[in-house]
């Protein structure tokens, strides 16, 4: 029989990946195993993908970030994605998403597979619709697709069951509809064929190979709000109580799930939707886009997700999907991945840091430690982005009246003489004398 790893979990067997998890998040590894066991973490860990370094991802444990890669059907190639692979794994990202959507899409699925380290996802409604070259959609492509992706060693997958036919007439009736492409492309064949969503008529069948590889399903939320004007409606949380549904039928069949979230959402609403996810789906882990906190900052949209997403993380969302600089406006490139893990790297860690994770503020202590002693290389080794820091600190003192002082206690901010911190590690000797 299959063993999953929660069905090990509840066997009482604690597996290398658990105990990985566990030393990470400085968490007993039994209570790791207990939260695997009731479907609050969830490892992602498909048995094919030799090559993993563990993940868990849960309310309970520091807050996770996926970076989304992959081409479009105009631009990029195999190259462009494994220079934003090793970005994304450069600059912190827990887990990454293949979201490829041209080209050989085996190819490139079984070459990030092959370089990545952290578990991989994918949205398999992507390879559906691009094989069925305009044909519906079966269920023999539809399992022949997803088993073929769990063969590979997809870690988790995104399958948008939770759009009902019935729910498509309240989206409908909002300001920008529906903005996830699974959910449109769905949305759309029910319409045109009066059918109802595939992958949940046929979800007991997805779960059987799920089973078999240890595939994670991320409940794909179709119908997440692409404005702040459809933040929160009926037709979002229609979805929302199908995907409670969905969960409690993954976990029946000992497959891992987690789920998704908005979106565009108003501050105000954040903490709601938080607790609203945590009683719908028995606080299965929820995986949040952003989410984008106001409409009118395109090119800044990895800053107002950013600080959604704190709020998210802090209110119970366990992973953030991040958000780049060109989301609205066109295909991420290498520098855009990097800006937006930054900004989603600071927002998870300063949530923690709320949450009191364990070991959470090490880190900050430790670089406030660096300033007190104006060791400016232990500052740029500590920080969460190396790079920018210490490429400011360089352009600062070569600018300065005093081109020698990379190494002296002030900045040039204050000079010398204005040094606060010089001043009071001066009173501090002076005490102690």
């Not at 299959?2 to 067997?13: E, N």
């Not at 090793?86 to 959507?101: E, F, N, P, Q, R």
């Not at 059987?208 to 119908?223: A, K, M, R, W």
């Not at 719908?280 to 949040?288: K, N, T, W």
Request: negative net charge; glycine residues 8%; aromatic residues 6%.
């Amino acid at each position: 029989m299959a063993q999953t790893q929660m069905l090990a979990a509840r066997s009482g067997i604690t597996t290398a990946q658990m105990l990985a998890v566990a030393a990470s998040e400085k968490i007993a590894p039994e209570i790791i195993r207990e939260q695997v066991a009731s479907g609050k973490i969830v490892i992602p860990a498909n048995v094919n993908h030799t090559a993993l370094e563990p993940c868990g991802i849960g309310r309970m444990l520091r807050t996770k970030v996926n970076a989304n890669i992959g081409n479009s059907t105009l631009s990029s190639c195999l190259h462009s994605e494994y220079e934003k692979l090793a970005v994304a794994l450069k600059y912190g990202a827990d887990t990454v998403m293949d979201l490829s959507t041209g080209g050989d899409l085996t190819v490139i699925r079984q070459a990030l597979i092959n370089r990545c380290p952290v578990p991989l996802g994918t949205v398999p409604v992507y390879e559906m619709v691009a094989r069925a070259g305009g044909r519906a959609i079966s269920r023999e492509l539809m399992l022949e697709v997803i088993r073929h992706q769990a063969e590979q060693g997809v870690d988790y997958m995104t399958i948008h069951a939770g759009l009902l036919r019935s729910h498509v007439p309240l989206a409908l009736q909002r300001k920008l509809g529906i903005v996830s492409r699974g959910g449109a492309l769905l949305a759309a064949w029910m319409t045109e064929t009066g059918n109802e969503n595939p992958f949940y008529e046929f979800f007991d069948e997805i779960l059987e190979i799920c089973l078999q590889y240890d595939v994670t399903l991320s409940l794909g939320d179709g119908l997440r709000p692409g404005c702040l004007a459809d933040a929160s409606d009926a037709a979002q949380f229609a979805e929302l109580d199908t995907l409670g549904e969905l969960v409690r039928r993954c976990r029946a069949a000992g497959v891992q799930a987690m789920v998704e979230g908005p979106g565009h959402v108003p501050v105000d609403q954040i903490e709601m939707n938080m607790r609203r996810e945590q009683e719908v789906c028995d606080d299965a882990p929820f995986y949040i886009l952003g989410p984008v906190v106001t409409d009118c900052a395109p090119g800044y949209d990895h800053l107002t997700a950013a600080m959604g997403g704190l709020l998210g993380a802090f209110y119970g969302a366990a992973m953030l999907c991040y958000v780049t600089p060109k989301e609205h406006l066109g295909l991420p490139e290498a520098d855009d991945v990097a800006r937006g893990l930054t900004a989603f790297k600071i927002a998870a860690h300063a949530a923690d840091i709320g949450l009191h994770r364990p070991g959470a503020r090490d880190r900050d202590d430790a670089i406030s430690d660096a300033r007190a002693q104006f060791d400016w290389e232990k500052q740029f080794e500590l920080a969460l982005e190396p790079e920018r820091p210490r490429c400011y600190r360089k352009q600062a003192v070569a600018a300065s009246s005093q081109p020698d002082a990379h190494g002296s206690e002030y900045c040039t901010m204050c000079g010398e003489e204005f040094c606060s911190v010089r001043l009071s590690k001066k009173l501090r000797e002076k005490a102690l004398e």
